[in-house]
């Protein structure tokens, strides 16, 4: 489909800074949308010209209408198409004639309402591509750009506001109703926005198109994305790894997270690793800041617009009630954030400000001294209080509940000072109602922006943390030690073939010998030195070989080993699988169990997978993903975010794991699963942790293909 | 120190309904704690009389006022103490010559500052006891009765409105900050309050008063509680009984949640069952819906205050954007809350009101089709589209999300007219900013109220559903076949002993022996049936019999546990402990593990608890908790409530658990826990599932005191 994009058409710039626009359905009438963006774009007058078109033409909202859009005089640079949908092939064709460079299609009915819908829609984009017109749409909301002063959209917002709210915030959305509702929002609190983009259905202008416009944009300094589903993953992810290096922060909220869980599976790792957690790992190792909510994404974007970064989980929490300031103390733990000691330094100086004998969070501004003499690097008591607060070097961020207290204004202007100083994230939880009218417009005016409630400001300072303490990816993720020939074969292989693999790429494993009957498997016991063993089935057609009792453990002897082939020999007749031979293992003493592997996602390509194993698997769906190749910071990193990461620590009295080695083993499964294109799934499980060493004990790789 | 309460006191409602009013410490300067309070009483004029105090005398904001309380003319139920906390002493005095029933002192400056304030509030309570005078606080932000016309309080809010919002929602605080920052929402979105009280120090009138007077109170149909800790457990149980036999639903935040985690543990269960594990295991059994905010409980009461409840987990969605009912969706699930399956008949109507080939939730208004004829049930399609959906039987609450769109107020408006129609919980999520400004007037003033995020309108549902179905409490809890004697004996009771006394509950134990000697070992395992066995010493001062060796696990045959015997004799020497004998019980194949349990809460007193056992015991912190005794269905939904749950089901091949038995042993555990009052803790560790059936295979009581 983007063949046909080349230099001969519109750059996405020239598209969002038209000189001149004709809007192809213009209406008097308010009540309906050609109304409302006629209204809108004259609002808003932007900085080229206006052709509404009319059959009527004459003088519509003050502009001069023609009644079509041959009859207009000037070259129009864009058109935006606000007809209903069997009316927009011809108005396609009359751009087409008049050479019109770009096309939004406000107007619905297309292939969001299935196949007729859809045939519309590929008619109208063949006609744009072979008249070299870019198009955004159909089915959108239209665009907002600041900066250009263009309200080319269908938001109601437009109408409601006299100023555009000028900002550095970007948006690229896939829904316009939410697109709105963030404008919306973010004038309320004081966000400024450069370009908004609402992509609808993407037959062209995608969403990597705008977010690339974005991170190239001087006006734009944070991008949020409103994102329904990824097209061209490694386009995406080229981008996310552009903004990261030009320190553009890109914030996102995903709808459809739930989707993935219906999914059949073919292993644990799967069950565990649909789409959602695939798009998650993803933008986690780029540096995206993600949400599930967008006005909790819009506040982010206004911390990280204020140049504020988070550097830790240590939270300063101000309130002017104590219990107030105790719920959100009760929060942060659950959140993964901590209420930090403060330095003797910082409590020495709330001291002199605050009364009381012991100065701890969460601050309460009920207990601040009268009459304190002022602070000349403050403007404020309060001020003072929060300043002094948040400079300490043991505190990352900080959340001010605002109540209702004599003393709002004075705590509102304190928040906006304290952040601007100190560009540490400082969230304002917005508890005053209407009472705090004039506080809310200071928090307002200083752009300084608020949430509602407790559980958004630690959300927010939690997805800050999430992102901040995540490293990057870098050139030389994967170990240079392991490069290694293309896996030969297609389907499940063996163990045999799959510890060989493992082996290559210095992943260690439980010491294993192969062998082709009962006498043999004594000898390889005896070589492994008659230590207790694990004796499996050997066999090309069998995959879940506990399931027919082809796994035997904990064999000392050489009774119960001929026991145990026999035994596996007659399971595997009864199963109906050939048995190739058997696989006798050292039996390694479990202190813990892993799972680790790799997972092609079909939009994002392979993932590191770590978890918690044995029965814990299911229960505790506690899996760290990665995209392959990674490096030890990263391996470091998803470790260090296991929930089980108490079994790592010397758990029960047992030895903790070497960290170190655990973390290269993520990194070497990394460098196995970039190099190795074919391979679909690798499933180590378990992994055994024991007296501080690991050990894959069983291994399972599915290569692609059912030909080698 | 209630002991002196008696029926010369006056009474709570006396208290909240005084005829006549003096206000100690009145002032015309309305930036001074005494001037607001004055303002509020005028503004919003009480039922009686009101009598400002101060020494200037004079015209107060329009009211006489009187140079002391010795001087005002008339009789005084009520004082309300606006002084510094040194001139509270001799106003007491005052009131106590003027013979005044009751006092609010809403000053600070006592036991909440350290020693000195609590001895000078020691000196005020003793003069109010011998004086007959009731008090509420001191250091409390006082009282609202919208009923009596009382706003004897210093909110700031009451500053802000002209009108009471008077209605039918009690509140009882223990931070009068919260209680104010409530108010102040609650006239934003159009609740309706009967009294609220700001509690203070609670040094007379407590928590469980104002509950009581609030059960009582005609005025109040639903209650919501700041709660920093309970006094008098006993008593709080039985209002909370009391409140749901007169279907008064309780709504409660509690701070202090996380305190409890720096405990020191003497066991795996003391680990997980602190104070707020207690109080919400109290609470859910008692019918009480928990909230982490104030403003999500304040919206749950009106939900409930108009009369909905919610019989099951299934939530409509109605969204004007497609991307905000995916995102809403996306959210139920991890909230234990669901999206149903329309009926047919349900779909059949809304076909006729929505395109597209299939209807499912969530519904997107965008899909509305246009000129439908009207519906004579509903007064628009918007009403029609929700209502239709939330009358279908598997539909339990809804959610609708408001952003900014053309047709917001006609969204409204369905809210309103269909929560009204059918009980069932509908929460509008307002998204609309400013631009919805009428939209959300309507809401107010439909008294439908709003919360602000989806986040917010999940929790309020889910505390909602976590409540009902939860089973209440009944007088036929404990198992009346299970009497016994009192337990004898004190500190730990040996292994021995308490399988005893499991089994004279019948709770099941896997079977067992007691033998002196190794002789007398090989005996038992015979008498066991020569099955594999478990060999533990038997010591009076060993605790912990794991951590020495003291327990040998799957012993085959005559050598081996002559082995185990000599081992576990060299063990016990080693480790200075005496050896009383052995301790022989079958080996249970192990399905899963669970532990189950009795705490004694210091406050709350004897609570059952089942939770996962093994290694999830640390990770999964899955317990559930109940104050014994219980009764079936109490067992029965913890067992529903636990996250291990999975395991119950006939997990990895196992068969499924004897669901029926497993929750009558915990009803029987709960009748132990009952009958047994010297009884500190029960730790069965594990029970084990085999094959479906349940054994107790280690049990460890802990009595109270030293002397039996």
Known sequence: ????????????????????????????????????????????RHDGKLYPINPKGGQLMGEQAYPSLAECPAEIDMAVLVLPSHHVLSAMEACARKKVRSVIILSSGFSETGEKGAALERQIMDLARASGIRVLGPNCMGVLNTQHRLAATTAITMGYVDELPVGSIGMVSQ?????????????????????????????????????????????????TMYIEAVKEADRFVCLLKKARQQDKPVLAVKSGRSASGGKAVMSHTASLAGAWPAFEAVCRANGVVLFDDVYDMLEGAMVLNGGARMAGPNIAVFSGSGGGGALIA?????????????GDATRQKLSALIAGSEISLPIDFAAMKPGVPADPTFTSPIAAIVGNTMADANVNGGIVYLSTLPYMEEVALAAIEVAQAYKKPLIVVYGASSVGEKARQILKDGRQGFVNNQA???????????????????????????????????????????????????????????????????????????????????????????DVGAVRLNLKNEESLRQACLSIEQALQLAGHRLDGFLVSTMIKTDAELIVGIQRDPVFGPLVMVGAGG?????????????????????????????????????????????????????QVGSLAHEQKHLEELDINPLIISDGDIYAVDARIIMAGREP
Chains 1, 2 share one sequence.
Request: net charge neutral; glycine share 8%; hydrophobic share 45%.
């Open 456 to 546: 958004g400001a630690i959300k927010i300072l939690q997805a800050l943390w999430n992102c901040a303490r995540m490293p990057a990816p870098d050139a030389d993720a994967a170990d240079p030690a392991t490069p290694q020939a293309p896996i030969a074969g297609s389907g499940f292989l063996p163990e045999s073939e799959s510890r060989k693999i493992l082996e290559a790429y210095r992943i260690p494993t439980s010491p294993w010998r192969l062998a082709g009957s009962p006498d043999e498997v004594i000898a390889a016991w005896k070589d492994l030195g008659s230590v207790a063993v694990v004796v499996k089935a050997v066999s090309a057609t069998l995959v879940h070989k506990s």
């Open 615 to 667: 029965i814990l698997v299911e229960l505790l769906k506690d899996v760290q993903l990665c995209p392959a190749p990674i490096n030890i910071k990263q391996a470091e990193a998803m470790l260090e975010r296991l929930r089980c990461k108490p079994m790592l620590d010397g758990w029960r009295g047992a030895a903790p794991v070497d960290k170190r080695k655990l973390a290269m083993l993520l990194v």
């Open 175 to 223: 829904s316009g109703a939410l697109m709105g509702a963030m404008l919306a929002r973010g004038i309320d609190v004081g966000a400024g926005f450069s370009t908004m983009v609402s992509l609808g259905n993407q037959n062209d202008i995608d969403q990597n198109d705008i977010l690339e416009y974005l991170i190239d944009d001087p006006a734009t300094q944070v991008i």
């Open 330 to 342: 009760d929060s942060l733990e659950e959140a993964g954030l901590a209420l930090p000691q403060l």
């Open 1 to 44: 489909m983007n063949t046909m994009k080349g230099t001969e058409f519109a750059s996405i710039r020239e598209i969002l800074h038209p000189r001149s626009v004709a809007i192809l359905g213009a209406s008097k009438d308010n009540k309906k949308w050609g109304g409302r963006l006629l209204q809108y774009m004259t609002r808003h």
